[in-house]
């Protein structure tokens, strides 16, 4: 799930509703949710897309340093190259003028700043740590997020819910122990495992504050504005970063060549791709039928993580990543039940109201 959590690509969460870029209406859930096999089909595509994003950032080895990328080149990329798919959508569907009408732009901002910070941040990690084990840690954003909702949203997190995600914290340290030395706390920190794992876990955090902006975002903006705006703002933090070059050769640019170049490329494209499918998911298949799925993405990233670096991941790494998923499951299931318990109670009072 890296990319499935990285903080552009997982807009909508099992409670959030995904706006229709093909209705004017940018709160109003889309009523075609009655096909769940083609919106499980799409958030599988998605899912896939996501993966591939990661493989191909990976390719590229999108490292700091003269061997490799900077972070900020390929966060660039990956945002530039992004928008061509995503536009071309638009336009297909007739809502390419919405792409750029907001009633929000700071909300947009503070979601840019937020959810660039998670990609440099998550990016950063992809790089040092094997694909399987930077998507595993990647997993644990929706628990902050159901954590974030609870302190910034004021929502009422119960005993049930408290739980799982205690559950899945703990699940998180399991995952990030084999990566943890006693160098890694020492002040010099000088432990490039260790750096990397706190790279993935700071972008997850980060992709949960990204959820709670866009969750904030869509009671006034359509999804086409709020895809656009942020993939605007990370081009753009990608752009700045050229200039860090001037003060530290780590950031400095670098040309590619010709197969470096269609990876970085493709990162981009199959990034637009996987949010046009996540979108299209949430529109024909509700968001507790689809939201499951995200944790295919593990089972993506171990088939690539194999095959392409024969990366083979620690088994405290696989058992707290089974940990995570579960607890994020039953976080999904639960607020499934608590919207079907709302919807009674709602259909109960109007009931007694005639």
């Known amino acids: 799930m890296l990319v499935a959590s990285l903080p552009d690509q997982r807009q909508a969460g099992p409670s959030m509703p995904v706006p229709d870029p093909r209705t004017d209406d940018p709160v109003s859930e889309v009523a075609d949710v009655s096909r769940p096999l083609v919106g499980i089909l799409f958030k599988l595509a998605s899912t896939f897309a996501f993966s591939c994003m990661g493989a191909s950032i990976k390719l590229v080895g999108a490292s700091q340093g003269p061997t490799g990328f900077p972070v900020g080149q390929v966060v660039f990329c990956r945002s530039f190259f992004a928008l061509i798919p995503v536009f071309v959508w638009l336009a297909m569907v007739g809502r390419l003028s919405s792409a750029f009408a907001t009633t929000n732009r700071p909300g947009h901002i503070k979601r840019g700043l937020v959810g660039s910070l998670g990609m440099f941040a998550g990016f950063a990690g992809l790089t040092i740590l094997p694909l399987p084990d930077a998507t595993a840690i990647s997993f644990a954003a929706p ?212």
């Open 143 to 354: 628990l902050f997020s159901v954590v974030l909702s609870a302190l910034v949203l004021g929502e009422v997190v119960r005993l049930y819910r408290w739980t799982a995600v205690l559950i899945g914290f703990c699940g998180v340290i399991v995952m990030l122990w084999p990566h943890l030395s006693a160098d890694a706390i020492s002040i010099s920190g000088s432990d490039i495992k260790a750096r990397g794992a706190f790279f993935s876990l700071a972008g997850a955090i980060c992709a949960a504050f990204a959820m709670i902006e866009v969750r904030k975002l869509t009671a006034t903006e359509s999804t086409a504005a709020i895809v656009t705006y942020f993939s605007l703002m990370t081009t753009t933090f990608g752009m700045i970063s050229v200039l860090g070059g001037a003060f530290n050769p780590k950031w400095a640019w670098i040309t590619p060549d010709a197969k470096q170049g269609f990876y970085l490329v493709l990162a981009g494209i199959m990034g637009g791709f996987g949010q046009i499918f996540l979108t299209e998911s949430y529109r024909r298949a509700s968001a507790s039928v689809v939201a499951p799925f995200d944790y295919t993405g593990m089972i993506f990233a171990l088939a690539w993580g194999y095959f392409l670096f024969a990366d083979i991941p620690d088994t405290l790494v696989v058992v707290g990543a089974i940990i995570v998923s579960c607890a994020g499951i039953y976080v999904i299931w639960r607020e499934r039940q608590l919207g079907i318990d709302r919807a009674k109670q709602s259909g109960a009072s109007a009931n007694r109201a005639l």
